[in-house]
């Protein structure tokens, strides 16, 4: 299984983001999808995540209204669309799966078996 988060970069503040999670040698549908971002001397924590179903979904407060996570199963990928950057966005983000069929949305980062590389996001005027 391999991830590749793509579509960070720098924006200014009130801007918005697409971010891309595209799999290979394995198909995204049906599995949990986690976003998980990670901010210098700070702990990962969950941004957005969806179950096996996309039935469920979570968002981390700061981000609700704001941040939106899908998945596009005939490009196999999972995006997670980021309106009205705000400075404290700034974060490398990550993306996550695990192989085990899940109704339940996962947020804790154990609970994933997957991670792809980070993508740096910096909101900064």
């Known amino acids: 299984v391999q991830l590749q988060a793509s579509g960070g970069g720098l924006v200014q503040p009130g801007e918005n983001l697409r971010l891309a999670c595209a799999a290979s040698?394995?198909?995204?549908?049906?599995?949990?999808i986690g976003w998980f971002r990670q901010a210098p001397g700070k702990e990962r924590e969950a941004v957005s995540c969806?179950?096996?179903?996309?039935?469920?979904?979570y968002y981390e407060d700061s981000v609700k209204g704001r941040f939106t996570i899908s998945r596009d199963n005939a490009k196999n990928t999972v995006f997670l669309q980021m309106n009205s950057l705000k400075p404290e966005d700034t974060a490398v983000y990550f993306c996550?799966?695990?192989?085990?069929?899940?109704?339940?949305?996962?947020?804790?980062?154990?609970?994933?078996?997957?991670w792809g590389r980070g993508t740096l996001v910096t909101v900064s005027s």
């Open positions: 969806t179950n096996s179903n996309d039935d469920s979904t």
């Open positions: 040698r394995f198909t995204l549908d049906s599995y949990p």
């Open positions: 996550a799966t695990t192989t085990y069929y899940s109704t339940y949305v996962l947020t804790n980062p154990d609970n994933y078996d997957y």
